[in-house]
C-alpha cells in the first residue's frame, strides 16, 4: 500500500525498440517481455498527414506479417497479469464494467 493506493500488480517489463527499414519505409518496434511470460509487439510508422494514415496502417499490417506479429486487439500487461495470477480480483473488475472479456 502506498498512501491511500493499493498495489494490485507488480510487473517487470523489458523493453527492446528496433528500428526496421522495410518496403522503403521506417518503422518502429517496440517488443515488450513481462516477468510472468507475456509479450507484447507495438509496431509504429510515422506520417506526415492524415491521408498517410491508411496506407501506413496497410503497411504495418503487412510488415508485422511478414514478422509473424498478430495484430488486433491485444489484452493489456495488467489484463493478462490479473487474469493468470489472480482470477477472483480479475472477475470482480470484468463484473465492474472496468474490464471487458476478450
Do not use: M, N
Not at 502506498?2 to 517487470?12: K, Q, Y
Not at 509504429?44 to 492524415?50: G, H, I
Not at 491485444?74 to 490479473?82: C, H, I
Amino acid at each position: 500500500r502506498v498512501g491511500r493506493l493499493w498495489i494490485v500488480a507488480e510487473i517487470r517489463t523489458v523493453r527492446e525498440s528496433r528500428e526496421i527499414v522495410w518496403g522503403g519505409r521506417r518503422f518502429r518496434v517496440d517488443l515488450d517481455r513481462a516477468d510472468f511470460g507475456y509479450a507484447v509487439a507495438e509496431v509504429e510508422l510515422q506520417v506526415a498527414c492524415e491521408s498517410e494514415v491508411e496506407q501506413a496502417t496497410t503497411d504495418i499490417h503487412a510488415l508485422a506479417a511478414a514478422y509473424g506479429i498478430v495484430g488486433g486487439d491485444v489484452p493489456s500487461k495488467l489484463f493478462e497479469f490479473l487474469r493468470l495470477k489472480s482470477p477472483a480480483h480479475f472477475q470482480i473488475l470484468i463484473d465492474c464494467g472496468v474490464f471487458r472479456k476478450k
